[in-house]
């Protein structure tokens, strides 16, 4: 199967991106990207390819996708083939390396969320704990302004900076 590359769209007063994702399905073709993904299935289930594993996701799924690794999720048909009101909804960050400038993860308060980083090009589960306080801070940051964003996005790193509960997904 081939895959595209995605040139994400980027608000231009925004350092990184978080939108929430709802719909019947979620529309992105098997891709890739050089940003960093951060998904959260708020509601739905289906299958998640991610570079060559395929597996199961369902509500509350949360998955850190490295940096140009190819990923797609694939409703299930009750979320695809339903007239009513059965949409999926799915939350999801965007960030380059350098969105803060090229300093930002080499200075040594980042090391250990850059050995997150390293494993994350090969797709990453996150579980237990860490799962629920990170579903929890991303339900909210679609509706922060800017500081209250970056500063859960920051929350987010400290919480992937500790040991976790986690499953790697690609090879």
Known sequence: ME???LNLPQEPDKSFVVFKEIGKF?????????EYELVSV?????????????????EGDLVFIGSSLPHLWVNDAKFINRKDNYL????????????????LFKIPEMESFN???????????????????INSI???????????R????????????????????AS
Not at 115 to 133: C, P, Q, T, W
Not at 138 to 148: E, T
Not at 150 to 168: A, H, M
Request: proline letters at 5%; one cysteine or more; a positive charge.
């Open 150 to 169: 970056l500063s859960s996005l920051f929350s987010i790193f400290n919480i992937l900076s500790e040991p976790l509960d986690y499953e790697l997904l």
């Open 26 to 34: 979620f529309p992105c073709p098997w891709h890739y990207h050089p």
């Open 3 to 5: 895959y595209v590359e």
């Open 88 to 103: 999926a909804e799915a939350i999801v960050i965007h960030f380059k390396e350098n969105f803060l400038g090229d300093r």
């Open 42 to 58: 708020v509601k739905s289930t289906g299958r998640r390819m991610v570079g060559d594993n395929i597996g199961y996701f369902e």
């Open 138 to 148: 991303m339900k909210k940051m679609p509706n922060l302004n800017g500081l209250q």
């Open 115 to 133: 050995s997150f980083l390293k494993m994350s090009n090969r797709g990453i589960v996150v579980k237990g704990d860490a799962k629920e306080k």
